[in-house]
DNA sequence: ACGCATGTAGACAAATCTGTCTACATAGGG
DNA sequence: CCCTATGTAGACAGATTTGTCTACATGCGT
């Protein structure tokens, strides 16, 4: 996950965004104020209500960002080490470690969301369970096809989105090594069980 | 976990935090105004600061409450459950079906805490990692002492804590399968690892 | 040169939020 | 009877929030 922070002719629009996928990641949605966006992203008020019509079409907008973001950088990611040594559902280990060590981690932006808003906003909900999914489709393409596909990755999905909790809540400095010992176990159990039966 | 609506006539301070708690775990913190709080738990605002100099000393309490909420209501199930047949890890499964069955399920308050303030509230956080810390404690319990114990307790921790996320995202009527079923699969892997090897 | 897109700066309205304050009621103990 | 603790009701201050509005600048195509 590259931070986002080059932006500085681009459209307003895009500056609106990029900076509000820093500020709402970082700091969260609710505790994010639309000045806030406004002043960090260097326009005026009109130049960003002529492009979001609301704070909830920015978190929508927001939301889209995020996603297209973090699945390119997760497929990149997984490409680069399945051409290397790791196989199978173990790809996502290096992967995840990747993200966990970036000092911006703040866990997964939909996880987050979902906290906040709940089913109180639920274009954001619907967005938070469609990038979800896709996350899941992700995995199961690093299983080969059968039976136990689905299953499989959607349990290492559980594990997936149970070591970025557990991530987020470690110290800056331990680089989340509970997280990713407790996932490496979990998917070699899971490997045993997709090769062995 | 039982609904705590049970408070017609206790003292204040107790009104005052069952309410918070039915509020801020409903609704989320940041999205429960103080006035809210007040007018529901039925006392004046006086009484209020009284009690509570400040809405996150009410925070502070909120959490600890649901602390000793969650962790007594945690024990209390995972007894019932390995009275009968469950053994291990495995008693897991039918406790957190129960969690999730409830209709007032909303995820973890302290997963749910941890991504609404980071950490902009460190005290608030400190307290959330002290729950996951127990929580993971008690799932040590389950285990037999061994070499393995803290390795898995910690690793059935990261699965029981994707599963509680991966039952907030799923729909109300779906009572949570994809959660639990992958939570299984992971479990079972486990349960090999411990017992093989 | 004109008109229009697009931009900035910033006042403003209306709501909401936290926290303080005054004024008043009530009940129990000495 | 009176004092104090504890409670209610609600006004108020001050900050912050979202969203609208006016007034002005700048650049571009025709």
Same mark, same amino acid.
């Given at each position: 996950?590259?931070?986002?922070?080059?932006?500085?002719?681009?459209?307003?629009?895009?500056?609106?965004?990029?900076?509000?996928?820093?500020?709402?990641?970082?700091?969260?949605?609710?505790?994010?104020?639309?000045?806030?966006?406004?002043?960090?992203?260097?326009?005026?008020?009109?130049?960003?209500?002529?492009?979001?019509?609301?704070?909830?079409?920015?978190?929508?907008?927001?939301?889209?960002?995020?996603?297209?973001?973090?699945?390119?950088?997760?497929?990149? $990611?997984? %490409?680069?080490?399945?051409?290397?040594?790791?196989?199978?559902?173990?790809? !996502? *280990? /290096?992967?995840? +470690?990747?993200? @966990?060590?970036?000092?911006?981690?703040?866990?997964?932006?939909?996880?987050?969301?979902?906290?906040?808003?709940?089913?109180?906003?639920?274009?954001?909900?619907? $967005?938070? %369970?469609?990038?979800?999914?896709?996350?899941?489709?992700?995995?199961?393409? !690093? *299983? /080969?096809?059968? +039976?136990?596909? @689905?299953?499989?990755?959607?349990?290492?999905?559980?594990?997936?989105?149970?070591?970025?909790?557990?991530?987020?809540?470690?110290?800056?400095?331990?680089?989340?090594?509970?997280?990713?010992?407790?996932?490496?176990?979990?998917?070699?159990?899971?490997?045993?069980?997709?090769?062995?039966?």
């Amino acid at each position: 996950m590259a931070s986002t922070t080059t932006l500085v002719d681009k459209p307003p629009r895009e500056r609106i965004l990029s900076t509000a996928h820093d500020l709402f990641y970082r700091d969260g949605i609710r505790a994010t104020g639309i000045d806030k966006v406004i002043a960090e992203a260097g326009v005026s008020k009109v130049t960003f209500y002529r492009c979001f019509p609301s704070k909830n079409a920015l978190i929508l907008a927001f939301l889209d960002y995020r996603h297209a973001l973090w699945i390119g950088w997760f497929e990149d $990611a997984l %490409r680069r080490q399945s051409d290397r040594k790791a196989k199978g559902l173990m790809c !996502l *280990l /290096p992967v995840l +470690e990747e993200w @966990f060590g970036n000092p911006l981690f703040r866990g997964c932006a939909f996880i987050n969301t979902v906290a906040e808003f709940g089913d109180s906003f639920p274009e954001a909900l619907a $967005a938070c %369970r469609s990038h979800k999914q896709d996350m899941v489709g992700i995995i199961a393409g !690093l *299983l /080969p096809a059968g +039976e136990l596909r @689905f299953s499989l990755a959607s349990a290492a999905a559980v594990a997936v989105d149970g070591a970025i909790v557990v991530a987020q809540f470690e110290l800056q400095t331990s680089s989340a090594k509970t997280a990713l010992a407790g996932l490496e176990l979990i998917l070699s159990g899971l490997h045993k069980i997709g090769s062995a039966g």
